[in-house]
């Protein structure tokens, strides 16, 4: 619930083969997000690159001791009451935590953390309508996480937006019941692991530091990328392969974070 209000989505694999979502909400007010899950250490690096407060449903070994570490400014559902992070009962623990911005917002004031941030947008947004004529098509994406767990899209050239797929099924919005859709679509091949830690449940590391390989997709057409990341509270500078910063349509982003194998397709 949610997605198509976030400006920025990261989409990032997990154990067992799947991924999480961690979208970035801005200015927005919303009744219900979610479902909120536990946090992943790899997933703090991109939420201190946006500045932001960092909400969760409890959290693994690595990622509680990285939010003491780094000083991230977070929210973790477990500890709080039922009236600011609630499950509901039309889906299926765990998968059914919810919290709004409001209760965020509240949550946050109590905690003594900055509600508002000035720090400059991780993309190079503009006000006119970008198109990438040295592209090559792309009407079609498939990124496949894992054999089982593969994310698409397909381009819907008259509201020039892509509309999204999980394992083959269309995405709606809890909510609303409305598609949930992407205006721009980043890919960043990163390399991911297994750790092998005490609890020993197969949780994955992430390789995203340095010069990453891409694309950057919008308005139905791709270009490579490089993704360069100096270190994990650094961020992300995407840029074409002439060295120029790219310059992203104005609308919400999926930043696609996938497996260095991954046969992704773009036609």
Same mark, same amino acid.
């Given at each position: 619930?949610?997605?198509?209000?976030?400006?920025?989505?990261?989409?990032?694999?997990?154990?067992?083969?799947?991924?999480?979502?961690?979208?970035?909400?801005?200015?927005?007010?919303?009744?219900?997000?979610?479902?909120?899950?536990?946090?992943?250490?790899?997933?703090?690096?991109?939420?201190?690159?946006?500045?932001?407060?960092?909400?969760?449903?409890?959290?693994?070994?690595?990622?509680?001791?990285?939010?003491?570490?780094?000083?991230?400014?977070?929210?973790?559902?477990?500890?709080?009451?039922?009236?600011?992070?609630?499950?509901?009962?039309?889906?299926?623990?765990?998968?059914?935590?919810?919290?709004?911005?409001?209760?965020?917002?509240?949550?946050?004031?109590? @905690?003594?953390? #900055? /509600?508002?941030? !000035?720090?400059?947008?991780? +993309?190079?947004?503009?006000?006119?309508? *970008? $198109?990438?004529?040295?592209?090559?098509?792309?009407?079609?994406?498939?990124?496949?996480?894992?054999?089982?767990?593969?994310?698409?899209?397909?381009?819907?050239?008259?509201?020039?937006?892509?509309?999204?797929?999980?394992?083959?099924?269309?995405?709606?919005?809890?909510?609303?019941?409305?598609?949930?859709?992407?205006?721009?679509?980043?890919?960043?091949?990163?390399?991911?692991?297994?750790?092998?830690?005490?609890?020993?449940?197969?949780?994955?590391?992430?390789?995203?530091?340095?010069?990453?390989?891409?694309?950057?997709?919008?308005?139905?057409?791709?270009?490579?990328?490089?993704?360069? @990341?100096?270190? #994990? /509270?650094?961020? !992300?500078?995407?840029?074409? +392969?002439?060295?120029?910063?790219?310059? *992203? $349509?104005?609308?919400?982003?999926?930043?696609?974070?996938?497996?260095?194998?991954?046969?992704?397709?773009?036609?």
């Amino acid at each position: 619930a949610g997605l198509n209000d976030a400006y920025l989505v990261y989409e990032i694999i997990v154990e067992g083969g799947e991924t999480r979502l961690m979208p970035v909400f801005k200015g927005v007010d919303l009744e219900k997000i979610g479902s909120v899950r536990s946090s992943r250490h790899y997933f703090l690096d991109y939420a201190m690159e946006n500045d932001a407060i960092y909400v969760h449903f409890g959290w693994s070994p690595q990622a509680q001791s990285d939010i003491s570490k780094y000083k991230v400014n977070n929210l973790n559902g477990i500890t709080q009451s039922a009236t600011d992070f609630w499950r509901v009962k039309t889906k299926k623990s765990p998968h059914n935590v919810v919290t709004s911005t409001k209760k965020i917002l509240e949550m946050a004031e109590e @905690k003594g953390y #900055r /509600t508002q941030s !000035t720090a400059k947008s991780i +993309l190079n947004y503009q006000v006119d309508e *970008v $198109n990438l004529a040295e592209g090559v098509e792309a009407n079609r994406i498939v990124i496949p996480y894992t054999e089982k767990n593969t994310v698409s899209y397909t381009y819907d050239a008259v509201n020039k937006k892509y509309i999204r797929y999980a394992k083959n099924v269309k995405q709606t919005d809890w909510t609303t019941g409305e598609d949930v859709v992407a205006k721009n679509i980043i890919i960043t091949f990163a390399e991911n692991y297994t750790l092998a830690d005490k609890e020993n449940k197969g949780r994955q590391g992430l390789k995203n530091i340095g010069d990453k390989k891409g694309y950057y997709i919008t308005n139905g057409r791709a270009i490579e990328i490089t993704c360069s @990341k100096s270190v #994990r /509270t650094a961020k !992300t500078v995407y840029k074409d +392969l002439q060295g120029n910063e790219i310059k *992203v $349509n104005d609308g919400n982003t999926y930043i696609q974070i996938c497996p260095v194998d991954a046969k992704v397709i773009i036609e």
